[in-house]
């Protein structure tokens, strides 16, 4: 689809789209080596502080904004939004931020305002960007980014797409920068602390867990609504299959919803994904599975069914998606007891085993502001990030063969190694683009 006045070298076919995720390692490389003389390629000075962006102004992106306009890292020089309202709303909540602490400094006027995301990647001076928008957008945004040699913040879960996700991966490797995917949840205490206990071995011998998160995506149902004053629908849409604005997709600036995306998989992939990317993402870190995942996806029997499948690894460890009474929760079952953790509560079957949380020395640091934290370190200092490009595209993955498989309904054995299904080749197909055309 070509957006409004954008050039014809920029337009993406569907086959030139698969031809930019097959050769992403040349190109990464080949786009990258004429930006190291910006001095991307250094580390910046301990003394400066980055100059970030952030691309998507939605609910998500007003929550970052503010807690990075109280780091002392970053200062926020650029934001982008297709609809104009959303980046006036996010200036406006900093704007009054500042107001309440008596941040006389502050001018809304110093950070630049962009339409298309492929400017503010150019914009003067930037060293990193935050991804903050539909997960449809993240593998073309995200690829980019590091090709004009930016570090880059992209929130959960990393790719829409499997392909789209090794894209990122090759990116990062070949510009040498700093990806971290949003995963916050590994900055938590409740699931550092159960990993921390179950890699120590105190629940015995890992038997199996039990993710519950919500279902897949479903078939498109919005009605079409007339497209608000500012927001430009075919940017939004983008690279993906267009379908009818409706608020419900892209809220109005200010309303206090998660935008429903997130239920379709044109531009998300239901719970699965939107949560998954979050709780399978634990399940792989307590069991060192950071750069694989699982071999086998059974989906239950039944027509569109909304949870009941079963992951198994290559050790025989069994995932199951079900719900448990708990909310969006973990079970870790072990030979000798279980732990169950989500963000509002860690428990054991094994009595004394869960340590009180420690009690914090001043004014509590938010996770978000830990994720991001960690994320700046690394850009400074050359330490690993907690959650990099390949861990991130492993938890997606897992969430996305999630998907395939109760799409399918049938059961998909996969190679981690090489990243195909290899019981149904025509299942491969979903892997790239077909994922977000499927469902009708």
């Given at each position: 689809m070509r957006l409004l006045g954008e050039p014809q070298y920029l337009i993406m076919s569907t086959a030139s789209r698969r031809q930019f995720l097959r050769t992403s390692a040349a190109t990464s490389t080949a786009l990258f080596f004429p930006y190291l003389l910006r001095g991307g390629i250094r580390r910046p000075s301990p003394n400066a502080r980055l100059q970030v962006g952030i691309i998507g102004c939605g609910r998500q992106a007003v929550g970052l904004a503010n807690h990075l306009a109280g780091m002392e890292e970053a200062q926020l020089v650029a934001i982008c939004d297709v609809y104009?309202?959303?980046?006036?709303?996010?200036?406006?909540?900093?704007?009054?931020r500042a107001a309440t602490?008596?941040?006389?400094?502050?001018?809304?006027?110093?950070?630049?305002?962009?339409?298309?995301?492929?400017?503010?990647?150019?914009?003067?001076?930037?060293?990193?960007?935050?991804?903050?928008?539909?997960?449809?957008?993240?593998?073309?945004?995200?690829?980019?980014?590091?090709?004009?040699?930016?570090?880059?913040?992209?929130?959960?879960?990393?790719?829409?797409?499997?392909?789209?996700?090794?894209?990122?991966?090759?990116?990062?490797?070949?510009?040498?920068?700093?990806?971290?995917?949003?995963?916050?949840?590994?900055?938590?205490?409740?699931?550092?602390?159960?990993?921390?206990?179950?890699?120590?071995?105190?629940?015995?011998?890992?038997?199996?867990?039990?993710?519950?998160?919500?279902?897949?995506p479903k078939v498109f149902d919005l009605a079409a609504q007339p497209v608000?004053?500012?927001?430009?629908?075919?940017?939004?849409?983008?690279?993906?299959?267009?379908?009818?604005?409706?608020?419900?997709?892209?809220?109005?600036?200010?309303?206090?919803?998660?935008?429903?995306?997130?239920?379709?998989?044109?531009?998300?992939?239901?719970?699965?994904?939107?949560?998954?990317?979050?709780?399978?993402?634990?399940?792989?870190?307590?069991?060192?599975?950071?750069?694989?995942?699982?071999?086998?996806?059974?989906?239950?029997?039944?027509?569109?069914?909304?949870?009941?499948?079963?992951?198994?690894?290559?050790?025989?460890?069994?995932?199951?998606?079900?719900?448990?009474?708990?909310?969006?929760?973990i079970r870790f079952v072990g030979s000798?007891?279980?732990?169950?953790?989500?963000?509002?509560?860690?428990?054991?079957?094994?009595?004394?085993?869960?340590?009180p949380k420690p009690m914090a020395s001043g004014e509590e640091i938010h996770t978000n502001v830990r994720h991001l934290r960690d994320w700046f370190t690394a850009i400074r200092e050359g330490t690993p990030v907690l959650c990099p490009a390949e861990t991130g595209h492993r938890s997606a993955s897992v969430c996305t063969l999630t998907n395939i498989a109760y799409r399918t309904g049938k059961p998909i054995i996969w190679d981690p190694e090489k990243e195909r299904i290899t019981n149904d080749r025509k299942a491969n197909k979903l892997l790239g683009d077909a994922y977000r055309t499927s469902l009708g």
């Amino acid at each position: 689809m070509r957006l409004l006045g954008e050039p014809q070298y920029l337009i993406m076919s569907t086959a030139s789209r698969r031809q930019f995720l097959r050769t992403s390692a040349a190109t990464s490389t080949a786009l990258f080596f004429p930006y190291l003389l910006r001095g991307g390629i250094r580390r910046p000075s301990p003394n400066a502080r980055l100059q970030v962006g952030i691309i998507g102004c939605g609910r998500q992106a007003v929550g970052l904004a503010n807690h990075l306009a109280g780091m002392e890292e970053a200062q926020l020089v650029a934001i982008c939004d297709v609809y104009a309202g959303k980046m006036a709303y996010l200036l406006g909540r900093l704007t009054a931020r500042a107001a309440t602490l008596g941040q006389d400094d502050f001018n809304e006027q110093d950070i630049r305002q962009y339409a298309d995301y492929r400017e503010l990647l150019q914009h003067d001076g930037l060293d990193a960007v935050l991804i903050v928008t539909p997960d449809h957008q993240h593998g073309r945004m995200c690829v980019e980014a590091l090709n004009r040699g930016l570090h880059v913040y992209c929130e959960k879960p990393l790719a829409h797409t499997i392909e789209e996700g090794r894209a990122i991966v090759a990116a990062v490797k070949a510009s040498g920068k700093v990806l971290q995917t949003g995963s916050m949840q590994r900055s938590m205490y409740n699931f550092s602390k159960a990993v921390e206990l179950i890699q120590a071995g105190k629940i015995g011998e890992l038997r199996h867990a039990v993710v519950s998160i919500g279902p897949p995506p479903k078939v498109f149902d919005l009605a079409a609504q007339p497209v608000p004053e500012g927001l430009n629908w075919e940017a939004w849409v983008g690279n993906s299959v267009m379908r009818p604005y409706n608020q419900l997709l892209a809220p109005d600036p200010g309303q206090r919803i998660w935008a429903k995306w997130r239920d379709y998989a044109e531009y998300g992939g239901g719970m699965v994904t939107d949560w998954g990317a979050h709780m399978f993402d634990i399940v792989q870190w307590a069991l060192g599975m950071d750069d694989s995942g699982p071999e086998k996806f059974f989906p239950p029997m039944g027509e569109a069914p909304q949870e009941g499948l079963t992951m198994v690894y290559k050790n025989g460890f069994r995932v199951d998606h079900r719900r448990f009474g708990r909310g969006n929760a973990i079970r870790f079952v072990g030979s000798e007891g279980a732990i169950e953790v989500s963000r509002g509560f860690l428990d054991s079957t094994i009595p004394g085993l869960i340590p009180p949380k420690p009690m914090a020395s001043g004014e509590e640091i938010h996770t978000n502001v830990r994720h991001l934290r960690d994320w700046f370190t690394a850009i400074r200092e050359g330490t690993p990030v907690l959650c990099p490009a390949e861990t991130g595209h492993r938890s997606a993955s897992v969430c996305t063969l999630t998907n395939i498989a109760y799409r399918t309904g049938k059961p998909i054995i996969w190679d981690p190694e090489k990243e195909r299904i290899t019981n149904d080749r025509k299942a491969n197909k979903l892997l790239g683009d077909a994922y977000r055309t499927s469902l009708g």
